[in-house]
């Protein structure tokens, strides 16, 4: 029957390979059973001592063998130990190997027996599994894609370097500590519960884009695949990679633009070609320019005769800004871009520049791009974008801005163009320069006007026109006028250092001062409008300002003008059609020159007049008066204005009749506000 155990055992042992083991400490003797010295490659029954039986241990485990049976040795507690053993033919086994100790009565060892079983397979799938978690580390440490593990609450319980990287974190830990996924994530607060209500319904959530904030507050695009995982324990937590799509969404997001530019581009376009009116085409501009770009800001200025600017439309700004006179060359931004050949570009973050137009400035505007309209030697103005954030424009967006500034340019000359032709003074209310021109008529002036001119040439010692249509005229003389420039080649302004304008004009402040120290200019060559008694003005102003006894500048002065026709026509201030252009509030009155008794007493009938009021302050804005005499009575208005005093002044004076200039009086009673009832 023991014999019989006893190859049980044996067959058992060999099955589990599982050797038993015996050391004799007294005897110095190791006794194993068969299946043991199988284990170790030693022969069956081979005499084994100590030191022999530990021969097979692998050399970096041998040290740390000995040091745990040696413990054991001392103590008497049984141990267990794990360590590898080379076999003769080079083969390495792992080995598990359980001992406990028999003491004597003195409490010395005596004894120790034990189990060592070849756990070699094993060892090897723990190795694999070690290894292959490494790599799963490694992989996610080093993955392009971030990702992370979470809680329902919103905290990362794990994220990787790249995740890290992505929100503008140092490290994962750091990234693990301070990210609140509910409060501190999502640029739009409702995405959170969004991606979570998809998770839930679904398990899982492939492919949601979102916009993050990074640790320093700039934002990054994400696209999120997650999956929700609930452990036995009841444990729930969401897992997933994330990917960085901020360059692909800002690429989509850039030929969206580049999209609108050119369809806003293309309706503008058509919009020109098929309008008449030009306020309406401006404010479309502004808009769509401000639309496009998505800025707060937009404004198109016109450029004066002056040399200063004027607010013609805008979008985004506060009520007054329309109609405010911006100064032009190098005191503002716009004055700039009419004298450079770039567009200017205002980042008031970098390098503040000289000059910032003070309603850019009250509305927080950090950055804009200005672009001329219109050719440089005879622009119209300019148009420019602002935003109040700190904004980079793309060498895209300056083409769609030059395009627009194009557009706006053609259309302007066309409309103007068109202005010019239908009327001989354009500039003037229709019906002023209606007077003129039906004077001329009755005096059997023929006016071909709105008429192009194809051919000039020489014919039989008279001059001869092919117009349009056919039409052909020939006369004596041909007076073609062009305008003017100014006479400033030989003055060596360069040698002295004087600036020069695009067009020549010498550039002076407002208080006639050009950019070489001691030198001043006046008159015709600074541009603007060039009249005799503007000169004679700049004399006087300069006079003043030299000798310290005045505060007036040229740039807050009214300059009133005379045609001088038969009749004349005269004006100061706006005409109605400009201060509808700027938005300006007013009251006007208008009255035939025939109502005018000393008119009517020296048959100069032919006329009309036109006053424009301030409702709030009943000052005079703006008179035109075309009939005999005009540059004489538009001085009336021109005291006026320059004193700041009430249209009532002239209502309450008492004025010589039969003159003209009671007819100024009869004219500004014809506001309602002043009438007799």
């Known amino acids: 029957m023991r014999d019989r155990l006893e190859t049980l055992l044996a067959e058992a042992q060999a099955l589990a390979h599982i050797g038993s083991w015996e050391w004799d400490l007294l005897a110095n003797r190791v006794?194993?059973?068969?299946?043991?010295?199988?284990?170790?490659?030693?022969?069956?029954?081979?005499?084994?001592?100590?030191?022999?039986?530990?021969?097979?241990?692998?050399?970096?485990?041998?040290?740390?063998?000995?040091?745990?049976?040696?413990?054991?040795?001392?103590?008497?507690?049984?141990?267990?130990?794990?360590?590898?053993?080379?076999?003769?033919?080079?083969?390495?086994?792992?080995?598990?190997?359980?001992?406990?100790?028999?003491?004597?009565?003195?409490?010395?060892?005596?004894?120790?027996?034990?189990?060592?079983q070849d756990i070699t397979e094993r060892a090897e799938v723990a190795a694999a599994l070690r290894h292959a978690e490494s790599q799963y580390r490694e992989l996610i440490e080093n993955a392009v894609e971030g990702v992370f593990r979470s809680t329902p609450q919103g905290r990362f319980l794990m994220a990787n370097q790249s995740l890290a990287r992505m929100l503008g974190y140092e490290s994962p830990e750091q990234l693990i500590a301070e990210r609140d996924l509910t409060r501190d994530h999502y640029v739009r607060s409702d995405e959170r519960s969004r991606v979570t209500g998809l998770a839930e319904a679904q398990g899982v959530v492939q492919g949601f884009e979102y916009e993050a904030y990074r640790r320093d507050g700039s934002t990054v695009w994400l696209r999120a695949h997650a999956r929700v995982v609930r452990e036995p324990g009841g444990t729930t937590y969401y897992e997933g990679m994330v990917e960085d799509v901020t360059h692909r969404r800002r690429a989509d997001a850039l030929l969206e633009l580049r999209a609108r530019e050119q369809a806003a581009v293309a309706r503008l376009g058509e919009a020109a070609l098929a309008g008449h009116d030009l306020p309406a085409l401006l404010d479309g501009a502004a808009s769509l320019v401000a639309d496009?770009?998505?800025?707060?800001?937009?404004?198109?200025?016109?450029?004066?005769?002056?040399?200063?600017?004027?607010?013609?439309?805008?979008?985004?700004?506060?009520?007054?800004?329309?109609?405010?006179?911006?100064?032009?060359?190098?005191?503002?931004?716009?004055?700039?871009?009419?004298?450079?050949?770039?567009?200017?570009?205002?980042?008031?973050?970098?390098?503040?520049?000289?000059?910032?137009?003070?309603?850019?400035?009250?509305?927080?505007?950090?950055?804009?791009?200005?672009?001329?309209?219109?050719?440089?030697?005879?622009?119209?103005?300019?148009?420019?974008?602002?935003?109040?954030?700190?904004?980079?424009?793309?060498?895209?967006?300056?083409?769609?801005?030059?395009?627009?500034?194009?557009?706006?340019?053609?259309?302007?000359?066309?409309?103007?163009?068109?202005?010019?032709?239908d009327h001989l003074l354009a500039r003037e209310d229709p019906e002023f320069s209606s007077v003129v021109e039906d004077v001329f008529r009755r005096e059997g002036i023929e006016l071909l006007l709105g008429t192009k001119t194809t051919r000039v040439s020489q014919r039989g010692g008279e001059i001869a026109l092919e117009l349009g249509g056919g039409k052909e005229v020939r006369g004596s003389h041909l007076l073609v006028a062009v305008g003017r420039r100014p006479n400033t080649d030989d003055l060596g302004c360069d040698k002295a250092g004087v600036a020069l304008d695009p067009k020549g004009f010498i550039e002076a402040d407002d208080q006639y001062r050009t950019k070489a120290t001691g030198v001043y200019a006046v008159g015709d060559v600074l541009g603007g409008p060039q009249f005799t008694h503007t000169s004679w003005d700049d004399h006087r102003l300069l006079f003043d300002i030299l000798l310290g006894q005045g505060k007036r500048t040229r740039r807050d002065r009214l300059i009133p003008?005379?045609?001088?026709?038969?009749?004349?026509?005269?004006?100061?201030?706006?005409?109605?059609?400009?201060?509808?252009?700027?938005?300006?509030?007013?009251?006007?009155?208008?009255?035939?020159?025939?109502?005018?008794?000393?008119?009517?007493?020296?048959?100069?009938?032919?006329?009309?007049?036109?006053?424009?009021?301030?409702?709030?302050?009943?000052?005079?804005?703006?008179?035109?008066?075309?009939?005999?005499?005009?540059?004489?009575?538009?001085?009336?208005?021109?005291?006026?204005?320059?004193?700041?005093?009430?249209?009532?002044?002239?209502?309450?004076?008492?004025?010589?009749?039969?003159?003209?200039?009671?007819?100024?009086?009869?004219?500004?009673?014809?506001?309602?506000?002043?009438?007799?009832?």
């Open 561 to 677: 003008y005379t045609v001088f026709t038969d009749p004349q026509v005269a004006g100061v201030g706006l005409t109605e059609k400009e201060a509808r252009q700027k938005g300006v509030a007013f009251e006007a009155a208008s009255m035939p020159f025939g109502d005018v008794a000393r008119a009517i007493e020296l048959d100069e009938t032919a006329g009309q007049m036109k006053v424009l009021v301030d409702p709030k302050s009943e000052r005079v804005i703006g008179a035109t008066i075309a009939g005999a005499e005009a540059g004489e009575l538009i001085h009336v208005f021109v005291t006026a204005m320059q004193a700041g005093a009430s249209a009532r002044a002239i209502v309450d004076a008492e004025f010589v009749h039969p003159t003209f200039s009671e007819g100024v009086q009869s004219l500004v009673m014809k506001l309602d506000r002043f009438a007799l009832h």
């Open 31 to 116: 006794t194993w059973s068969d299946e043991h010295y199988r284990l170790f490659d030693f022969p069956v029954g081979a005499s084994l001592d100590y030191e022999k039986a530990g021969s097979r241990n692998h050399p970096a485990d041998r040290a740390r063998a000995h040091q745990v049976i040696q413990q054991s040795l001392k103590d008497g507690q049984p141990y267990i130990l794990e360590f590898r053993i080379v076999l003769p033919d080079g083969t390495q086994r792992w080995i598990e190997a359980r001992g406990r100790a028999e003491v004597d009565a003195a409490g010395r060892v005596i004894r120790k027996v034990g189990t060592s």
């Open 292 to 421: 496009t770009l998505d800025v707060e800001f937009s404004q198109i200025l016109e450029l004066r005769p002056d040399g200063d600017l004027v607010c013609r439309t805008g979008m985004g700004w506060q009520p007054g800004v329309i109609g405010t006179v911006v100064p032009g060359r190098a005191e503002s931004q716009a004055g700039l871009a009419l004298g450079s050949e770039h567009p200017v570009v205002l980042d008031r973050d970098a390098q503040p520049p000289v000059q910032v137009e003070p309603h850019l400035v009250s509305h927080g505007v950090r950055s804009g791009i200005t672009v001329i309209i219109g050719p440089r030697d005879h622009p119209f103005g300019a148009l420019g974008v602002f935003a109040v954030e700190r904004r980079s424009f793309t060498v895209d967006d300056v083409n769609f801005l030059q395009g627009i500034a194009s557009i706006l340019a053609a259309a302007i000359a066309r409309l103007r163009g068109e202005e010019l032709r």
